[in-house]
């Protein structure tokens, strides 16, 4: 089990920057995958980046570019900075952590953070 906390979330407007931040309750170093993902009111939640504990990522085609998703497993944290925000970019965030052990799953998830793109 790891507790995940979200921060750095808010209001911005379209073409600016926001760098979401997921603090862990305990070493991320052995957790398999750290990701991001989003739910927009009456949307289904998305996955938008993941990173494995080599340092592969992956971006939802509608963020590439723009997005960047980090781990710093010195610090227990994830990060994921967003450039050149649009208003459909405009959700709850969620931070996910995935571990697989004998072939079982374990996913714990965040309480999440909202960003809201608007002028």
């Known amino acids: 089990q790891v507790q995940l906390v979200e921060s750095g979330g808010g209001l911005v407007q379209p073409g600016g920057s926001l760098r979401l931040s997921c603090a862990a309750s305990r070493s991320i170093f052995s957790i398999n995958y750290m990701a991001w993902s989003r739910q927009a009111p009456d949307n289904q939640r998305e996955l938008v980046a993941s990173?494995?504990?080599?340092?592969?990522?992956y971006y939802a085609y509608s963020v590439k570019g723009r997005f960047t998703i980090s781990r710093d497993n010195a610090k227990n944290t994830v990060s994921l900075q967003m450039n050149s925000l649009r208003p459909e970019d405009t959700a709850v965030y969620y931070c996910?952590?995935?571990?697989?052990?004998?072939?079982?799953?374990?996913?714990?998830w965040g309480q999440g953070t909202q960003v809201t793109v608007s002028s």
């Open positions: 996910n952590a995935i571990s697989v052990r004998d072939g079982v799953q374990y996913s714990n």
């Open positions: 990173i494995t504990s080599a340092g592969t990522t």
